[in-house]
């Protein structure tokens, strides 16, 4: 046993070595070892400079503004309005409701701690449960997506975006909820929590004035944003260096300075080969934007650090800015979440297909929201 062990760390140990090597090699030999290691630090600066305080900001102010929205029973009034739509779009109880707010207003992990309320558990039946992971993916961080879209300049296109999302959502709950009850009959019938549930009524805590309240809220959510904004940076840093490294070409005059946002264009030349299928779904003009979602598919917030260089080439235009807002809240950084929300909820061996029908709820958000700006711009 000791020794099987012992020759898969060999194996995995090899193949690491093979894979980073390689990528290592391929950098090295096509923009110098120098310049390489130059342009990753001078871009992996300039995002964290410009892009990831630029983030950090944003977090902080609707954090700020999330937790006034909770304290002040705005977030209550909300769940109550849209508690109707959830059982004939979603297939959900109506409390899910308050998940969907939730995440919107903070990030995918918000669904799996209401969720470990045995009080909110009790309303679904497993199938349902389970899909929670998909519904809350979809809405997490999208405050923080729509802001940072319209503070680029853009205004409606967002908002198309959403709609994108929204669509994209209901693919992907219902697509699990097929899934698992196709893998596991029995779910469909069995409640989320076995045995009583205990239905103790809260606490009235002694209540401070409005401005104390108003005050700790912001200060509170303020916090919060913070936290969220540190916690993006090692996905901005990493992941978006390296899709640029692979994404921008060389500097002025086709020469490799090891300044910030040069690579090798390897994505947009693979991308290019089957543009045609990106432009049919997304509208995408140009092959490097499909950087965007694959950037989206571990880390949101390194998938935004992308949008302003993409701006400044001129790639980008109102029906990217709704399709990558679409796809970016409905992704969410999923691969890097899945994963630990299941297995916190206790069902892990069903991480896969949770991944398979959030890839195909994004894509059907993507394609929803081109289709949904084409539309508009045909009416105006």
Not at 84 to 112: C, E, H, Q, W, Y
Request: aromatic share 10%.
């Amino acid at each position: 046993m000791k020794k099987r062990s012992f020759n898969r760390s060999i194996a995995e140990g090899l193949t690491c070595l093979l894979i980073v090597g390689g990528l290592f090699l391929y950098l090295g030999l096509s923009m110098g070892a120098a310049n390489m290691l130059n342009t990753i630090m001078h871009t992996a600066h300039d995002l964290l400079l410009n892009t990831v305080f630029y983030l950090m900001a944003i977090c902080v102010i609707t954090g700020a503004l999330g937790r006034i929205l909770m304290e002040f029973g705005v977030v209550a009034l909300l769940e109550k309005i849209l508690r109707p739509l959830m059982k004939p779009l979603f297939n959900l109880p109506g409390v899910a409701s308050l998940g969907a707010v939730l995440t919107f207003l903070s990030d995918n992990p918000a669904i799996i701690s209401l969720a470990q309320d045995k009080r909110f558990a009790s309303y679904f039946r497993k199938y349902q449960f389970i899909s929670l992971t998909n519904f809350g993916t979809a809405f997490g961080m999208g405050i923080l997506v729509i802001v940072f879209m319209i503070g680029q300049g853009f205004y409606w296109e967002p908002l198309v975006g959403l709609f994108g999302a929204f669509c994209g959502c209901i693919i992907s709950t219902r697509t699990m909820q097929h899934l698992v009850v196709k893998a596991y009959p029995s779910y469909k019938k069995e409640l989320a929590v076995e045995g009583p549930v205990e239905n103790r009524s809260e606490k009235k805590e002694h209540r401070n004035s409005v401005f104390i309240r108003a005050l700790n809220a912001i200060l509170d959510g303020g916090k919060t944003g913070v936290d969220v904004g540190l916690a993006i940076i090692p996905g901005v840093l990493v992941i978006s260096t390296l899709v640029m490294l692979l994404t921008f070409g060389p500097g002025v005059g086709g020469a490799y300075t090891g300044a910030a946002y040069e690579g090798t264009e390897l994505l947009p030349l693979a991308a290019g080969k089957i543009n045609f299928l990106f432009d049919w779904l997304f509208g995408f003009s140009d092959p490097h934007l499909i950087a965007f979602p694959i950037t989206a598919l571990g880390a949101v917030g390194a998938a935004l650090g992308l949008i302003p260089n993409f701006l400044s080439q001129g790639w980008i235009d109102g029906n990217a800015i709704a399709v990558c807002t679409a796809i970016g809240m409905c992704f969410s950084g999923y691969l890097s979440t899945h994963t630990a929300m299941l297995d916190t909820l206790g069902y892990r061996k069903l991480t896969g297909k949770a991944i398979l029908a959030h890839t195909i709820g994004g894509i059907g958000a993507g394609i929803i929201a081109h289709l949904s700006y084409l539309l508009i711009i045909t009416i105006i």
